[in-house]
Structure formats: structure tokens, C-alpha cells
């Protein structure tokens, strides 16, 4: 079978010499695959033109939409690719991370929709006073790159990166060339034939490479992204492509760090945390068989432990069954194919010449259920560097494979300056029940890592590993890890998005966000805004209220019914050395009478109060003063209406939207006393 490239709308199978792709534990062939023939500039250049049009007319909501309905689509056809996952030398639990973990971030992302706004644009922050009276203000608006995310995989996961990394572009409205390494490029086809054939993204949304990148890069421009995932080597000759430069493209890389994790003072032999110490270790040597960026490759152990802990780890490693992941009872598989275990044992090599081997065999290895000779198996390797700091190798090179080295530390300043000679690391874990430890370790490591796990018993039922980015916090890290970031939630989707300064009056502005800025111009509504429906609302649409008179009864009565009796509203004798003239009002009060001054009784489209967003006290309030309401639509979030499921036959919920409003209060001179957002869920017209 020859994989094919989609490119342009079309499956296309690449021309010239074929790359052979095996079965990692059986050695036998799946399919072969080239990109040769393919035309790349005209492939970023349908994304541009195809692809990112569509993707950036859609809003945040849609495209959210979007993704989730892409990841139940993908979950309905998982145990598909869990068998063509086992190809690659994973196991079911490697398979999960991958494969689920993937779709995982397609759900994570989709839940941004009700973040990031209501249009194909965020508003970031809020708007910025550039004029005395206010008449001129700044503001942030992030919109979409008009260009492509240029994807360059690495073969350990051939899934989850792929869909860590387009959810992010997608959301952001930015479509996506995928080139996943070739070696287990078979199973990201499968999953892109499936992803295409669902129709559910725009077309142009996504392209397949699977052979060679070829010239990929030399037809970037400016307003494209390209991400790397991969060895530290390629990254940076990546880095240096020309094309990056006179373009000044942004170029993000995740390259593969030697991570530390290391065992606290306190958690000596007999703690939980000696116990999690342990487990975490072997997971990480022995998951994906050692093939993670994120995998700890410097163990960091108090020096009076060596022995305690290598004896402890060779007892683990020595009950971990390894053989074709198809096979019963299997926990390792294989490395990726032949070529991956050949590089492994060529950085073995430079780490012996300081450091010995205490567990494992370099040269042979028990399988289950394969043949030893034909699959790309290998011993977990379990070294001991006596002296770190004499002997930096551990420091310098990685073996991409079940490779970890065990190496002692004086104290805790001593780890942290160990941790530190990786020169930047993906994550650091340490296992700890003292805070103070905990807080010494991370505040004097966090410069150099992406990510910090703090292992104790406390989290340990949930807790997802050392090795485990997670969707909603960044992953990346610094200098050698490649100075890159990526997922985090928000921050992730921001990365495809342009941020601009615009300035404008406050009217100007509101037009260009679609949120209603202080001091632009309203419009007073015949209505009652409470009496107009969710599509019936515009941005700006204001009311006016009556006034009240805020009297000393007033205070009195407000601090008997909540309770707050602080000195400032209650004792006039008090008030030496405060900003106070005279007993205030409680804000809160101040809060609660304007939402009785704005709010309409009777029922109707509002469904509810949703919350306070913000809230500021600007001007105390003394009794005998007045205040009065100007209450704004500030901007309009849709939701949509959750589906009849068997549990809510009916349907869960009827079709509504969030309103924020403004609540503007101001006493008798006009000035503001009191400034809140609220929200309220307001029911839509049509409920069919």
C-alpha cells in the first residue's frame, strides 16, 4: 500500500523513490510513501486562499463548535486507530496518551468558544484612557493571520501532535499543512482520511504531507506560522532557514530536553512520596519505550539514597514485560523501527564514557509474543553518574529511548543548579509533602523549565505525570527545550492571531469591538431592556433609571441585613486618619439599590443573573447624596442550546445568550461612584 498526501482537495500519491514504513515489533511492511512530485508552493497557497477565508469568517463560537463536533466524530472511530497505533511499537496505555489525549485537546480547545468572544476577532483586555476627558482611547484587537500553520512533527506521536497543535490554528480561524515524520505517518493518515471525509471542516482547513517536507519552506511568508517538534539539532538548522529570517516568520519550537526529576530530602524510603517517587520514574523510562521530549532522563536523588533508590527502580524495571504491544500482558513495546534504536545506542555510547549501567542489557533483551530479531526492541536502561559535575555527558546528551541516568545531589541548592546544567528543560518534577522544599526547588528552577510538578500524595489519585502536557497550560521550554510555547488554553490560540493597537473616540472604538466603551454614544430604548429578547438587543442600548435619595436609615438597614458592621459605615467617631468625612454607605448597598433601580420585575426574556464580571467603588457615597443608574448593553455572547439526550428528553435548556451590561452609577454631580459588568442569560425568539 503507497500512503498518499492531500493536498489541494485531492489524495495524491507521491512520485519517485518510496520510503518503506515497517511494523515496529514485526519488522513487516505497511506501506511505502513519498512526497516527491508535489507542488508545496501551491499547496500553502490554497490554504491562504481557500482554507483561511472560510476559517476566518466563522466566529469564536462556531469554530469551537466546530472542533467539538470534529472530536465526538473522532472518539466514535478511536479503536480504529488503536489498532494501527500498535504498528508503531505502542502499547494501550502509549496509545491512549496519543490517540485520546489528541482528541482530548480538539474538546479542550473547543470549550475556548465561551472565552474568547462572540466574533472571528478578540478583544484583548481592556480600553486604555489617552486623553484627559476621555474623548480618545486606545484599544487591542487580536484578528486572524492571513497565512498558514505549518506543522513539523515528530514521529513519537503521530496523533496527539498533530491535534495538539491544528486545534490551537483552528480556533484561531489560521488553516494547517501537517508533516508528520514519516516513519509513523501512516497512522496520521488514517486519521486525516477520517477528518477529511467528515466534511466537518472547511475545505482547505488541512493538508497532508507524509513523505518528505522537500521545499516546503523555502515558499513561506510572513503571515504563516511553522512549528517544530523534534531533536534540538534539526530545530535549530530549521531555525536558521533563510526563508524564516527575510520573512521574519514566527517559527515555534518544542525540541527534546534532558528533564529532571528529582526525590525531595524529606521523602525518604517509607514515605508516599518515596513510593510515587519510584512509580513515576519507571513509568517514564518504560511509556512510549523511553520515546517522550518530556521523558526524565536525570534522575536527582539526596546522595545518602543512591543505593535505596537504584536497587528500588531495578526491582520495577525488572517486572515490566516488553514484547509486541498486542500481546497479553505487555507493558514496553518497541522503539519506532530499527533506525530510532540504532540513534539510541549511539548516544549511549557518549553516556557511558561517564557513566555505568546498574540495570538493563545493551545488547539483549526478553520479548513476549515477537520475534526479538526482526522488531526494534530494547532493555530499559537504568545508568548511575557517581559525580554530575565532573561528569556532564548526563547533562549534554539525550538517548531518545527507555534511557534514564541516576545521579546524586548534596543538597537542595545543589539539585536546582544540577537541573539547571540541562541548559533548558520541557518540565522538572519533585517529590515532596514540605512546601518549603517545594517552594525552594521550584523558585529557584522555574527560569529554566516550561513546567513544574510538584508530586505528593495529596494529588496523587489525579495526578497526570511528569511527562504529561496538558491542553489548558503551556508546553514548551527554554533555550535548549527551543525557547518555544505552545497549547496553554488562550494563550496557545493567541499565537495565531495579529495584535493590533487601534485608537479611536469611545464611539469609534465600540463600533470596531462590538463592545460598548465608556462614554460613546447609547441609544435609549422604548423598552425596557429586560423586556427585549437576546436577537432584539444592540450594543449600546441603554437605560436611564429614577433616582434615589441614599439615606443614614439606608446604611443602617443594609449593615442589619448582611452583617457588615465595619467601623467606616457605623462609627462616625472612627473615621481619624481615613479617607472618610463622614459614615459611608456600603458599596454593596450602593450595588444592590442600582440593580433595584434597573432591574425589571415582572417576567420576562430574562432568564437570570449570571454574574459580576467587575466591580469598582470609584467615590464614597454619604448619606443625602443621590445616585442614579445608566445601565448599557455591553456586549453579546451566543450559546447554543444543549441537544435532548436520554437523561433531559425535553432538552436541557431553552436557546439564550449571555448580555453583559454596564452599570454605570453616579451621584448627583454626575461623576461615577460605582462601576460593575454583569451579566444575565436572556431567552432568543426562536425556540424551535
Known amino acids: 500500500m503507497q500512503l498518499k498526501n492531500y493536498i489541494a482537495g485531492q489524495w495524491v500519491a507521491g512520485t519517485g523513490k518510496q520510503a518503506e514504513l515497517l511494523d515496529a515489533s514485526t519488522g ?12 508545496f508552493a501551491a499547496m500553502l497557497h490554497y490554504a491562504r486562499t481557500v482554507g483561511g477565508p472560510k476559517l476566518r469568517k466563522m466566529t469564536f463560537p462556531e469554530r469551537g463548535r466546530m472542533l467539538k463536533a470534529l472530536a465526538l466524530y473522532l472518539m466514535e472511530r478511536k479503536d480504529k486507530y488503536y489498532t494501527i497505533s500498535y504498528k508503531t511499537g505502542a502499547t494501550k496505555a502509549d496509545s ?22 462572540n466574533m472571528p476577532f478578540y478583544v484583548d483586555g481592556e480600553a486604555i484612557k489617552t486623553s484627559k476627558t476621555g474623548t480618545f482611547i486606545g484599544h487591542h484587537i487580536m484578528v486572524p493571520k492571513e497565512g498558514v500553520a505549518v506543522h513539523i512533527n515528530a514521529f513519537n506521536f503521530p496523533i496527539w501532535g498533530m491535534l495538539e497543535k491544528c486545534a490551537v490554528n483552528w480556533m484561531a480561524g489560521v488553516p494547517a499543512v501537517v508533516k508528520p515524520a514519516t516513519v509513523t505517518s501512516y497512522l496520521t493518515e488514517a486519521m ?27 515558499h513561506v511568508m510572513h503571515q504563516d506560522v511553522v512549528t517544530f517538534t523534534g531533536s534540538a539539532s534539526t530545530g535549530r538548522m530549521l531555525k536558521r532557514h533563510d526563508r524564516l529570517i527575510d520573512e521574519s516568520v514566527p517559527f515555534n ?8 526529576i528529582v526525590l525531595g530530602p524529606d521523602a525518604v524510603p517509607g514515605t508516599e512520596e518515596y513510593d510515587l517517587f519510584i512509580k513515576e520514574v519507571g513509568r517514564e523510562i518504560t511509556l512510549k519505550c523511553g520515546q517522550r521530549c518530556t521523558g526524565a532522563r536525570r534522575i536527582l536523588v539526596p546522595q545518602n539514597l543512591i543505593e535505596d533508590v537504584q536497587i528500588a527502580l531495578g526491582k520495577r524495571l525488572g517486572s515490566t514485560v516488553i514484547g509486541d504491544p498486542r500481546a497479553e500482558g505487555v507493558r514496553m513495546g518497541a522503539l519506532a523501527g530499527k533506525a530510532q534504536r540504532e540513534e539510541v545506542k549511539r548516544a ?11 540495570y538493563g542489557d545493551l545488547d539483549s533483551v526478553n520479548v513476549t509474543g515477537a520475534d526479538v530479531q526482526k522488531g526494534a526492541f530494547m532493555s530499559p536502561i537504568l545508568l548511575l553518574n557517581p559525580d554530575p559535575w565532573k561528569n556532564q555527558q548526563s547533562h549534554n546528551v539525550e538517548a531518545f529511548g527507555p534511557v534514564s541516568t541516576l545521579m546524586p545531589y548534596t543538597d537542595l541548592d545543589d539539585a536546582v543548579a544540577l537541573t539547571k546544567l540541562g541548559k533548558g528543560s520541557l518540565v522538572a518534577t519533585i517529590a515532596t509533602y514540605d512546601d518549603k522544599t517545594a517552594q525552594q526547588f521550584v523558585w529557584g528552577a522555574a527560569s529554566h523549565h516550561g513546567r513544574m510538578l510538584v508530586l505528593n500524595r495529596d494529588m496523587a489519585k489525579e495526578n497526570t505525570g511528569h511527562g504529561s502536557p496538558l491542553a489548558t497550560l503551556v508546553h514548551g521550554g527554554p533555550g535548549r527545550a527551543g525557547g518555544g510555547e505552545e497549547m496553554g488554553g488562550k494563550r496557545g490560540v493567541l499565537h495565531y492571531l495579529q495584535r493590533t493597537a487601534i485608537q479611536g473616540s469611545p464611539t469609534g472604538i465600540t463600533a470596531l469591538t462590538q463592545q460598548y466603551q465608556q462614554g460613546a454614544r447609547y441609544h435609549i430604548t422604548e423598552q425596557h431592556p429586560f423586556r427585549l429578547h437576546f436577537e432584539e438587543l444592540n450594543i449600546g442600548d441603554t437605560l436611564i433609571t429614577e433616582k434615589h435619595l441614599v439615606t443614614l436609615q439606608n446604611v443602617e438597614d443594609f449593615a442589619a441585613l448582611s452583617g457588615d458592621r465595619f467601623y467606616a459605615h457605623m462609627d462616625a467617631n472612627s473615621l481619624d486618619g481615613t479617607p472618610f468625612t463622614g459614615r459611608v454607605a456600603h458599596g454593596y448597598f450602593i450595588l444592590s439599590r442600582a440593580a433595584g433601580l434597573f432591574v425589571d420585575p415582572p417576567k420576562g426574556p430574562v432568564l437570570l443573573n449570571y454574574g459580576i464580571e467587575e466591580c469598582r467603588f470609584l467615590k464614597p457615597v454619604y ?12 456586549e453579546k455572547l451566543d450559546q447554543e442550546k444543549r441537544p435532548k439526550t436520554a437523561d433531559s428528553p425535553k432538552g436541557a435548556d431553552v436557546a439564550r445568550g449571555i ?3 454596564l452599570v454605570d452609577v453616579v451621584d448627583e454631580t454626575g461623576e461615577t461612584v460605582a462601576l460593575a459588568t454583569i451579566l444575565t442569560m436572556v431567552k432568543k425568539l426562536d425556540q424551535k
Open 96 to 117: 491512549w496518551v496519543d490517540i485520546e489525549g489528541g482528541i482530548g485537546n480538539l474538546f479542550a480547545n473547543a470549550s475556548l468558544r465561551r472565552t474568547l468572544g
Open 659 to 661: 448580555v453583559k451590561w
Open 348 to 358: 549511549l555510547a557518549e553516556l557511558l564514557k561517564a557513566s555505568q549501567v546498574v
Open 28 to 39: 513487516e511492511l505497511i506501506a511505502t510513501t513519498s512526497s516527491g512530485g508535489l507542488d
Open 192 to 218: 486525516v482520511k477520517d477528518i477529511i471525509a467528515s466534511g466537518i471542516l472547511p475545505e482547505g482547513a488541512l493538508q497532508l504531507i507524509v513523505g518528505s517536507a522537500g521545499d516546503l519552506l523555502d
Open 623 to 634: 448619606p443625602g447624596s443621590t445616585i442614579q443608574v445608566k445601565f448599557t448593553c455591553r
Open 253 to 260: 519550537m518544542e525540541a527534546d530536553s534532558l528533564n529532571a
